[in-house]
């Protein structure tokens, strides 16, 4: 199983690469770039997993790398139940804004002072832009230390009801699990200075075991433009949250996860009854019977 998933993730991304380098190279310059510029986006978030706090910061600065390739590094920092978490990504990319994106993804993600786990995801992920919808999916591998390696897959559909409003549903198999995901992002109308944008997002994910949420504030930084356009023409969305919320959810059930063995019983006393005590033997005399003088003659009666 992890031969054949690793294999595949291998080739798949290798033809993904290629296919990138060989467009990049192709693409004529009247066509939108991949990146409009340098752009950073910072976020802060708080909600629950299950039945546990969740605090968190994340981050995202993405470049142009060619005219139709771009790059985006993020970050994440955070608490979950008290409990450190952090993890960074890369996502390399083809982008034509108006059209649509393909790109590589990796990603790595660990939390070391509560339930031990250490997990990395490897994939391809895409964006399909059809006016106001946006298609988006990845497809990849998952290693980790609590569970064997998995296949994993997301398929999101966003709509833009407006250019600053995103609405999103879709469905995520992270972690062995499949789970229900939906949310929004609305950018704030007037603000004074072009260079800087504000957000507020609220992101879940439901499943009939435990479900999580998050409700937060984002920070754009960079050209002033709509959201719909900052999504198509700047940065892709970050995922270090969806692997964090799922990784979450699924690390205590995982398979391979350590369990604690409840202690054995205490052995029990065994009372040993005291002895009884010796019976007494009597070996008695039988009494002497004297009989009569047997020339004795006994005559009874008158």
Not at 17 to 37: D, F, N, R, Y
Request: glycine share 12%; charged share 20%; with cysteine.
């Amino acid at each position: 199983m992890t031969y054949s998933t690793s294999a595949f993730a291998g080739r798949l991304m290798a033809c993904i690469a290629s296919m990138l380098l060989s467009t990049g190279a192709a693409q004529g310059e009247e066509a939108k770039p991949a990146v409009s510029g340098l752009n950073v986006k910072l976020a802060v978030a708080g909600g629950a997993v299950g039945d546990d706090d969740a605090f968190l910061l994340d981050g995202a600065l993405t470049v142009p790398v060619t005219h139709s390739i771009g790059l985006q590094i993020d970050g994440l920092v955070g608490a979950v139940d008290g409990d450190g978490v952090g993890g960074g990504a890369a996502h390399l990319f083809w982008r034509a804004p108006d059209v649509a994106l393909a790109g590589l993804y990796v990603s790595g993600l660990a939390n070391t002072s509560g339930v031990n786990y250490q997990v990395a995801n490897v994939g391809v992920e895409g964006e399909l832009y059809v006016d106001q919808f946006s298609i988006e999916g990845l497809i990849g591998a998952q290693f980790s230390n609590v569970r064997d390696t998995d296949v994993i897959g997301s398929a999101v559909v966003a709509f833009y009801p407006v250019d600053d409003l995103r609405l999103y549903a879709g469905a995520r198999h992270w972690f062995g699990r499949t789970e229900a995901a939906l949310g929004a992002e609305w950018q704030l109308p007037g603000q004074s200075d072009p260079s800087l944008a504000y957000a507020v997002f609220a992101d879940g994910r439901l499943h009939e075991d435990e479900s999580s949420f998050l409700l937060g504030v984002r920070v754009y930084f960079g050209d002033e433009k709509t959201l719909i356009r900052r999504h198509r023409e700047d940065d892709p969305a970050t995922r270090l949250t969806v692997d964090l919320l799922m990784a979450e959810n699924r690390s205590q059930g995982a398979t391979g996860t350590a369990t604690t063995q409840a202690a054995p019983p205490p052995p029990t006393e065994v009372t040993t009854p005291p002895p009884k005590p010796p019976v007494k033997t009597c070996r008695c005399r039988k009494p002497a019977i004297r009989y009569p003088n047997p020339n004795v003659q006994i005559v009874w009666g008158n």
